[in-house]
């Protein structure tokens, strides 16, 4: 009864659904007592994806990302067994810290070949929404390069493409001045360029 806690509508919940029993009437209370308790809404989700309410459960795995940051993975592998569309999977990630936890273990989930436009859509979310993540910048770069020696997407122009590169580099010197990625970037470039003694030159 109010003002009781959620823990015990929540547990009634998860027994609930381990025994085929409906868990909507356990949640109910659970939200009721906790309705910013991240844990709630990630179980709400993975219910709702049970009945099949895939929208709506991503944005209950989106609530339970942006309640508790720690929750960033769970929910992150939880909206991947819903779809590997990329953008239903970006309605899971919330603005904020949580949100970028969430794309960046969406994007490390995302590792088959045929999830690289995928992966490639959310990495360019990533960067969009928080200019200073470096490893979503990194993948970025790095298809990018290996793009350039076959010319194949997204690299058919590769013009266009090197300036990219040079863009994602310079990003790299103002957010990451402490490491080494921006020259590491440059001379990559410079060395697929054909420009292999200025490469050199860059990395000494």
Known sequence: RHPGDHYFPLMGAIIARSLGDPPIPWLQRA???????????????????????????????????????????????????LTRDPERLLSAAPEGRGGDAVLEALANA????????????????????????????????????????????????AAACAREIAEHAASFETHAPATSRATVTRARLALAEGRAADAADMLR
């Open 31 to 81: 939200l009721e007592r906790g309705p910013k308790v991240g844990r709630v809404h990630f179980l709400l989700g993975q219910v709702l994806g049970d009945y099949g309410h895939v929208d709506q459960a991503l944005l209950e795995l989106r609530l339970a990302a942006e309640y508790e940051e720690g929750l960033a993975f769970y929910t992150s592998q939880a909206a991947l067994k």
């Open 110 to 157: 995302l590792s088959r070949p045929e999830d690289l436009d995928a992966r490639e859509r959310i990495d360019l979310e990533a960067v969009a929404r928080n200019p200073k993540v470096v490893t979503a910048r990194d993948r970025l770069v790095d298809r990018r390069l290996a793009a350039l020696e076959t010319k194949s997407p997204p690299c058919e122009d």
